[in-house]
């Protein structure tokens, strides 16, 4: 399942092979994913420097402030301002590479709504779903996840059960953008994908504690188990990387992703979400993949920010 051939170990580049030398790592912005932002940026500069790069670690809030030495960006920036298309439409018109996809790409991934009618279209499996306005009722029965369009982190996400918990998820889910994405409850095992390029990195199953993979199942050590590769027959671990694939270039993403699913009793799968920024911490998923894989965090780094292109670029 590979497509751009990656040299699988800690060996990487020699430092006159990079296409850049000096670079910056952009964490931090303002979203309410900052802190794990600034996690994943500090992990990625120094897997960078280990590398042979040249790094400058930038916090940024919503404005652009760049040494004039810099040749290329690597983004590490979660939820909004940094997912969305913002950060992207910046570099762009300044001309600086970046790692990742394109403005376009990147606000279609992090829009919900936008992302679920494209899956749709695709005949990409995805959960019954409806968007709900202040003044809307839900249509679809219990059990439901209720949340936000347009944040990560599962922040503002909830898993309503019974009737009675509905109005209060409803209420906060709502807060963030004003209205919410309501999709059927799939019931089974969780699953992630990592793709770097187009290299598919085999299943991570993860394993939170009540079979819900919250905020703090994510961020906090030991909260959550990962089986790395999942335990999975070969033809349901070949289907899930199959659309995995499917549903990045669907998006029309590049250089990184991580598209998560459901696996039901059954054997059916249903994307929830792709990740076109996914994290780089101490307990995140992509670099776990990619190490099973045999390649180094140092060496992840240094193959994304290898790709960082304009999104005019055929690379």
């Known amino acids: 399942m590979k497509g751009r051939a990656f040299h699988h170990s800690g060996a990487g580049m020699t430092d006159s092979q990079h296409r850049f030398k000096q670079v910056a790592v952009l964490k931090g912005g303002p979203s309410s994913e900052r802190e794990v932002s600034l996690r994943s940026g500090a992990a990625v500069a120094r897997g960078l420097r280990e590398a042979g790069y040249e790094v400058t670690e930038v916090d940024i809030q919503r404005t ?131 793709i770097v390029g187009e290299t598919v990195l085999r299943p991570i199953e993860i394993l939170a504690p009540d079979g819900w993979y919250d905020y703090k199942a994510k961020y906090s050590k030991g909260q959550s188990r990962h089986l790395c590769p999942a335990p999975l027959d070969a033809a349901t671990e070949a289907r899930c990387r199959t659309i995995a694939l499917k549903t990045f270039k669907t998006l029309q993403c590049r250089g990184l992703g991580r598209a998560d699913f459901r696996l039901m009793e059954d054997g059916r799968l249903f994307v929830l979400e792709l990740n076109n920024i996914p994290g780089f911490t101490e307990t995140s998923l992509l670099p776990e993949a990619a190490l099973e894989a045999g390649i180094t965090f140092p060496r992840l780094c240094e193959q994304i920010m290898e790709m960082a292109a304009l999104s005019g670029d055929e690379r």
């Not at 760049?66 to 690597?74: I, K």
């Not at 936008?114 to 003044?135: C, H, V, W």
Request: with cysteine; glycine share 10%.
């Open 64 to 194: 652009l402030n760049l040494p004039g030495t810099v040749e290329a960006v690597f983004i590490a920036l979660h939820g909004e301002f940094g997912e969305d298309g913002q950060i992207q439409t910046l570099l762009e018109q300044r001309h600086l590479p970046y790692t990742g996809s394109s403005p376009l790409s990147s606000r279609t991934s992090f829009d919900k709504r936008l992302s679920k009618n494209m899956f749709q279209r695709a005949g990409i499996p995805t959960a019954p779903f409806e968007i709900l306005g202040p003044d809307d009722h839900r249509t679809l029965p219990l059990p439901v996840v209720v949340k936000p369009p347009c944040q990560g982190s599962t922040i503002g996400v909830f898993r309503v059960m019974e009737e009675q918990d509905w109005n209060q998820a409803f209420r906060e889910s709502l807060q963030y953008d004003g209205e919410v994405l309501v999709e059927a409850f799939i019931p089974g095992r969780e699953l992630t994908v990592g």
